[in-house]
């Protein structure tokens, strides 16, 4: 059964989500910056969904580095341009920013903690699960990133004690394209097996990801971007008989900023719908695709610090939650 506390905290983060007013933030002038202060500088988270994360899992962050003009990244000039230039956060009227569970398609230079409660459905022996996870990112140039993930999962049965362990892993992530108006990175993901929580199987994955700044194309939208993401999962190890050994996911976010870099607690407030799928490749549920629908917001409440909160409610029937509350802290550097 969904906790009350977890249900109203939905409802209530749903409806800030659409009724939030609009006119009145819109009313100041727009900056081109999308953190707390004018330079700009992450998800996961996101990365890729943590516990499933962010990756990732970042927004166009704000830096103290003040950016110099940069040249235009793409895939024909993938081997010729970026890899002897430092790493620099491209400013743009419209945020890039990390969100929760689409793949961020940026590289950053950022330390982020996250949080995810899950409301299990569907099975007997695990009420809820609570993941705590950290990680360091850090471009080495505007063409590849790494980062090391560390993290820690507890297990609520009903009424049998707290099952606990630790994972971790590692990332590199390869800038593809980056312009004025558009974003695309591709990454790579390795991580172990939690033996502590009865894991067996190390998790490969591959994702593709890109962002798109809609205000070049309809101006009208405001300071309104598209994310999308797509990865492929290989599972590695030993396991049950029936178990999953590869699958796909795939997300496709809206994210539109209401306030000003320079609004104080709320620096460029925004609200996000990220709609998530996964289908398995075999085991006992392959073919059988869960969709689930994320709504959030982020904001900086001092500059280069920023807090994200959003919460997964299932869209399909067949439902492994009832809800999956996440909470994200992120400090550029």
């Not at 939905?10 to 939030?20: D, H, K, S």
């Not at 920013?97 to 961020?104: E, F, G, H, N, S």
């Not at 998790?203 to 890109?210: D, Q, R």
């Not at 280069?304 to 029937?317: I, Y």
Request: hydrophobic share 40%; with cysteine.
């Amino acid at each position: 059964m969904i906790r009350p506390r977890v249900a109203c905290f939905a409802v209530a983060l749903a409806v800030a989500t659409i009724w939030l007013p609009a006119s009145a933030m819109r009313a100041q002038a727009p900056a081109s910056a999308d953190g707390p202060e004018a330079a700009p500088s992450l998800e996961t988270g996101g990365e890729a969904a943590i516990g499933g994360s962010s990756a990732g899992g970042g927004a166009e962050e704000p830096s103290a580095h003040a950016p110099r003009q940069l040249s235009d990244l793409t895939l024909l000039n993938f081997f010729t341009e970026g890899w002897n230039q430092p790493w620099a956060k491209r400013p743009r009227y419209t945020p890039d920013m990390a969100l929760l569970k689409v793949t961020t398609n940026f590289l950053e230079r950022e330390f982020r903690l996250d949080y995810v409660l899950t409301n299990v459905a569907n099975n007997a022996n695990l009420d809820t699960t609570d993941l705590a996870n950290a990680l360091i990112a850090y471009g080495l140039n505007r063409r590849l990133m790494i980062e090391v993930i560390s993290n820690y999962q507890w297990n609520n049965p009903p009424v049998a004690p707290t099952v606990s362990g630790a994972s971790g892993g590692f990332l590199a992530r390869f800038q593809l394209v980056d312009t004025e108006t558009q974003s695309y990175s591709f990454q790579t993901r390795v991580t172990p097996a939690n033996k502590g929580i009865g894991g067996t199987q190390t998790s490969m994955t591959y994702a593709l990801a890109g962002w798109q700044d809609m205000h070049a194309l309809i101006p009208a939208l405001g300071r309104f971007g598209l994310y999308g993401s797509f990865q492929y999962e290989n599972l590695i190890g030993p396991h049950k008989a029936g178990a999953m050994e590869n699958d796909v996911s795939y997300d496709l976010s809206i994210a539109e900023t209401w306030t000003q870099p320079t609004t104080p607690v709320f620096g460029n407030f925004t609200t996000f719908l990220e709609a998530f799928g996964q289908t398995p490749l075999d085991g006992a549920s392959s073919g059988k695709t869960t969709v689930s629908l994320t709504p959030g917001i982020r904001f900086w409440f001092v500059p280069e610090n920023s807090f994200t909160v959003g919460v997964d409610l299932p869209v399909t029937t067949v439902r492994s939650f009832h809800s999956v509350v996440r909470a994200t802290y992120i400090l550029n550097f």
